[in-house]
């Protein structure tokens, strides 16, 4: 077998965090003096009352939370990478480096950002691109969504967002793997022409509702997250469905862009046996 193989995630949905920092702390006021270079030269200031109101739950909490987690913790990949599209309501920390150090210390890291939900897909694409190249045999990559901003986001304004992370484990395929090999990644939707009653369509909150399921079945993720919808969604059903389907395929649609994407798993051999055995 080749390609990744996805054979463990982790999800985390409102975990509540440490909150903001005291107002007449060190930290507070460098927080205050970011926001006021990232804000000022467009003639804006951040909403005090607004960031009081945020739960304050930073992108190193999150990936703490991760790196704590079953099926996780037990990771030492030779690649991490850090997805998200809302930015970090702490900037002060190098996350990927910081989840790396959780996870062993040796990967080489990064983060995506700036590309809306199409994030967590780009990671899919560079974890598939190394494996192949033999650079990385096993793989964390971590999607973070936090909603504490300093100013009026109107995606977050209107969408009741939470708190939310989740971090998929994939490994070079072998010939025992029980898990779900990554089989594509692509722009726009997916493609129905191969759907049967053995495929699952996940649809992020963005999907559009127009998308062809064919004998598939459908699972819809909650309405409360932007970039991390399918993914807690894959990793809050990961077993149950590795072991019902023999193709997973998400997609979402970004609000902001329009724009499509999509992912397709396939239930290895390993799987399979385990499900036939059930």
Known sequence: MTGLVLEAAAAVRSPGGPGPA????????????????????????????????????????????????????????????????????VPFTAVAPHLTSRLGG????????????????????????YQRSGRAAETVVAVLEQTTLPTPYPLV????LIDSAAALVLRAGTEGSAGLRLAGVG???????????????????????????????VHFAPGDSYCTGVWLELALHLGHWRRSYRRIVLTDTDPLTGRSHHAVFTATAAAASASDGC
């Open 22 to 89: 005291p107002a007449d702390s060190p930290r507070a006021a460098l927080v205050r003096a970011f926001h006021d270079d990232l804000l000022g030269p467009f003639g804006a200031k951040a909403d005090e009352e607004l960031l009081a109101r945020g739960a304050h739950v930073p992108h190193r909490h999150l990936a703490d939370l991760l790196a704590d987690s079953d099926g996780v913790r037990e990771a030492r990949p030779q690649l991490v990478v850090v997805a998200h599209a809302l930015p970090d309501v």
């Open 106 to 129: 040796s990967a080489t890291n990064f983060a995506i950002a700036q590309q809306g939900l199409a994030a967590p897909f780009t990671a899919l694409r560079i974890a598939a691109a």
């Open 157 to 160: 304004r209107e969408t009741p």
């Open 187 to 217: 722009s726009g939707p997916p493609d129905a022409g191969e759907w049967d009653s053995g495929t699952l369509l996940v649809l992020g909150p963005g999907a559009r509702p127009d998308t062809e399921a064919g004998r598939a079945d």
